[in-house]
């Protein structure tokens, strides 16, 4: 059914036309009532029409290579969908569904033109919007693709978490195990032979024992730290890997699809050259 001009005055890409202009695009333009739950077109449909909610709420969405929904964008008031399909002629590039009920307003290729003769600044509206999806698209795209599990974990670290890892690593490797080495027998040398220095902590070196239990303490603590994160980026790798079994699994499954209908395509195309020779030797 048409819409009242009214509605259409509070519409942000219309807000250029006067009240004359806005009658005129009213008796072309078509209002449409959905209800909660309903799709209003689905992935893959044929269609010309651009959509601007009037009320209500419209998800856009689609699956990806796992069968997961992913939600492009929650389409508000004077929010547009749907102009890609009705600029190049080819099919939705996703499902949308009213989340409540909704009023969208409906203009087909001829009433956009009408719109653009009369406004051509109205144009500018439509295109920033298609900018704001574009955008939401390719933070979807950065999120969805296969992860780096140590990119991941390294974008999420504080400087604590830095300092410690450091330090667990440094404490496993020969350097530290030379420097320990080399700072006991100074300490035990300085304190048990002549060597001109006074001795500070005779045997049994009860501050040396001291000084090595808060060591072994804080690197205790260390190394838990840096083995919380390890199991933190453990979890996220099974994750990771899960995901990619599952896509593997659907593109192998696709690829056996495939090579059903190259299959059947073939036994049609051997029947048919079967028939031809038959016929053609009697």
């Known amino acids: 059914m048409s ?3 009214i509605e259409l005055a509070n519409v942000k890409l219309f807000e250029l036309l006067d009240e004359e202009e806005l009658n005129e695009l009213a008796a072309a333009i078509d209002l ?7 799709v ?3 992935a893959g449909d044929f269609g010309e029409s651009l959509y601007i909610v009037n009320s209500g709420v419209v998800e856009l969405s689609i699956k990806d290579n796992s069968g997961q929904k992913i939600i492009l964008k929650m389409c508000e008031e004077d929010d547009l969908f749907g102009e890609i399909s009705m600029l190049d002629n080819r099919p939705r590039s996703a499902t949308a569904t009213a989340v409540i009920d909704t009023e969208v307003f409906v203009l087909d290729r001829d009433d956009l033109l009408l719109l653009f003769q009369k406004k051509p600044d109205a144009g500018l509206n439509m295109l920033a919007s298609m900018g704001d999806m574009l955008r939401q698209a390719d933070d979807l795209l950065r999120s969805r693709v296969s992860r780096n599990v140590n990119e991941e974990m390294e974008e999420k670290l504080s400087p604590l978490q830095r300092i410690a890892d ?4 440094f404490s496993g490797s020969m350097y530290f195990l030379i420097l320990n080495a080399i700072w006991f027998i100074v300490w035990i040398v300085i304190n048990t032979l002549p060597v001109g220095v006074e001795q500070f902590d005779p045997f049994p070196f009860g501050l040396l ?19 919380n994160r390890q199991s933190e980026k453990d979890h996220i790798r099974s994750d990771i890997e899960y995901e990619v079994n599952i896509k593997a699994e659907l593109e192998i499954a696709h690829l056996h699809e495939k090579t059903d209908h190259i299959y059947e395509q073939m ?3 051997f029947a048919h050259l079967e028939k ?5 030797s009697k």
């Open 32 to 38: 449409e009532k959905l209800q909660e739950g309903q």
């Open 276 to 280: 031809i020779l038959k016929e053609s």
């Open 267 to 269: 036994l049609g195309r």
């Open 209 to 227: 024992t001291m000084i090595v239990s808060l060591e072994a303490i804080f690197l205790s603590c260390f190394v838990l730290i840096s083995q």
């Open 166 to 169: 450091w330090i667990a690593w």
């Open 40 to 42: 209003l077109f689905n």
């Open 3 to 5: 819409c009242p001009a």
